[in-house]
Nanobody
Framework: QVQPVESGGGLVQAGGSLTLSCAAA????????VGWFRQAPGKEREFVAS????????HYADSVKGRFTASRDNAKTTVYLQMNSLKSEDAAVYYC???????????????WGQGTQVTVSS
């Protein structure tokens, strides 16, 4: 399996910004839709954002819409999640996942990263 690797997590003040990266070594990386998910303690994993193979199509959960932006650099086989105006409720472990069978939206992600912790202080 392809193992995406998330990075960029850390401690940030509420209202601040943080950029997460998701890198995956795959020849077909530029054909995959990529999704971002997060899971806070005691809560189920939830969808955050997705981005199509070419970056032209993005989708965001209502809770982060207008604050988070997904982008990708296929030459670097890396997807990014720019998080602005962070809130305490954004604190979670963030995961990226690849969907080998969809290039536009993430339907059934099958390659998951190990996650990166985002902590928001107030």
């Amino acid at each position: 399996q392809v193992q995406p690797v998330e990075s960029g997590g850390g401690l940030v003040q509420a209202g601040g910004s943080l950029t997460l990266s998701c890198a995956a070594a795959s020849y077909y990386f530029d054909s995959y839709a990529v999704g971002w998910f997060r899971q806070a303690p005691g809560k189920e994993r939830e969808f955050v954002a997705s981005i199509s193979w070419d970056g032209a199509n993005t989708h965001y959960a209502d809770s982060v819409k207008g604050r988070f932006t997904a982008s990708r650099d296929n030459a670097k086989t890396t997807v990014y999640l720019q998080m602005n105006s962070l809130k305490s409720e954004d604190a979670a472990v963030y995961y990226c996942a690849l969907d080998r069978f969809s290039g536009v939206v993430v339907r059934t992600p099958d390659y998951w990263g190990q996650g990166t912790q985002v902590t928001v202080s107030s």
